[in-house]
């Protein structure tokens, strides 16, 4: 696959079917994000596969009340998704914030489907910055394998119990750092178009200096007739 189509097509997929994800295509999938950048190369990861159904069962249950407490904390307006970015419509977040509920519904109602857990742990992450490189390649994989997945985070909201439950030796540092849940996706695959065009997000040399260059429609897919004219501007 074209790298500029997994960049432009893996989207959050929660709508999965429940055949399984063969082991080979799981390895290619960890080997690939092993590959990814990590500070110092200290690879202070490690991945948690979950398929045994009894054990995705308690994790069903859980992510279903981490997820009520997660949007418990949205409508209060506290919490990671409750504002909207600085210029962008109010009413805009909440229409998208709405889709995101409604496809977050399917896939808790489906938890129990879901035919792969992939828990993601590391030491130290930075922030995130020393672990998220690895887990987009694995999203990234999974798309070039046709497997789809969405990153969840909710579970965080009661790592004790996950940690008890995968028997993770927290003393030694590990934290949870996300969950993705994936399988094969009953939708299709589309472009992400629906992101703030990169002149409206980029600039040059000052916070509010023109980037130079304005890109009207997403480059991905190349066009048949003209290409996409960029305008340069400032
Ligand atoms: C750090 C991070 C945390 C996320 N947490 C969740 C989550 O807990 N549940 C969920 O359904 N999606 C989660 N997502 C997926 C986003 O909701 C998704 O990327 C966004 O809505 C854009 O959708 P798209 O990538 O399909 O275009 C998360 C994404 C990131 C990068």
């Given at each position: 696959?074209?790298?500029?189509?997994?960049?432009?097509?893996?989207?959050?997929?929660?709508?999965?079917?429940?055949?399984?994800?063969?082991?080979?295509?799981?390895?290619?999938?960890?080997?690939?994000?092993v590959?990814a950048p990590n500070g110092g190369n200290t690879q202070r990861w490690?991945?948690?596969?979950?398929?045994?159904?009894?054990?995705?069962?308690?994790?069903?249950?859980?992510?279903?009340?981490?997820?009520?407490?997660?949007?418990?904390?949205?409508?209060?307006?506290?919490?990671?998704?409750?504002?909207?970015?600085?210029?962008?419509?109010?009413?805009?977040?909440?229409?998208?914030?709405?889709?995101?509920?409604?496809?977050?519904?399917?896939?808790?109602?489906?938890?129990?489907?879901?035919?792969?857990?992939?828990?993601?742990?590391a030491?130290?992450d930075l922030?995130?910055a020393n672990i998220?490189p690895a887990?987009?390649?694995?999203?990234?994989?999974?798309?070039?394998?046709?497997?789809?997945?969405?990153?969840?985070?909710?579970?965080?909201?009661?790592?004790?119990?996950?940690?008890?439950?995968?028997?993770?030796?927290?003393?030694?540092?590990?934290?949870?750092?996300?969950?993705?849940?994936?399988?094969?996706?009953?939708?299709?695959?589309?472009?992400?178009?629906?992101?703030?065009?990169?002149?409206?997000?980029?600039?040059?040399?000052?916070?509010?200096?023109?980037?130079?260059?304005?890109?009207?429609?997403?480059?991905?897919?190349?066009?048949?007739?003209?290409?996409?004219?960029?305008?340069?501007?400032?």
């Amino acid at each position: 696959m074209d790298v500029y189509e997994a960049l432009y097509t893996t989207r959050m997929m929660r709508r999965l079917r429940p055949d399984p994800i063969p082991l080979d295509t799981q390895a290619r999938i960890l080997d690939a994000a092993v590959r990814a950048p990590n500070g110092g190369n200290t690879q202070r990861w490690h991945f948690v596969a979950v398929d045994d159904p009894k054990l995705k069962g308690e994790f069903a249950q859980l992510f279903r009340q981490a997820r009520a407490l997660e949007y418990e904390k949205f409508s209060s307006g506290t919490g990671p998704m409750a504002v909207a970015a600085p210029g962008v419509d109010a009413a805009a977040h909440a229409e998208n914030m709405r889709r995101i509920k409604g496809s977050g519904n399917y896939l808790a109602d489906h938890f129990e489907e879901i035919p792969l857990l992939l828990f993601v742990f590391a030491i130290d992450d930075l922030g995130g910055a020393n672990i998220y490189p690895a887990i987009w390649s694995a999203l990234l994989a999974a798309r070039a394998e046709g497997v789809g997945g969405v990153m969840t985070m909710v579970l965080r909201n009661c790592e004790d119990k996950v940690n008890e439950l995968l028997g993770v030796p927290v003393e030694q540092g590990w934290k949870m750092s996300a969950m993705l849940a994936m399988g094969y996706p009953r939708g299709r695959w589309g472009v992400a178009a629906n992101r703030l065009p990169v002149q409206e997000v980029s600039s040059r040399n000052h916070w509010d200096a023109p980037f130079g260059v304005e890109v009207p429609q997403p480059l991905w897919p190349p066009q048949d007739g003209p290409e996409t004219v960029l305008t340069a501007v400032g």
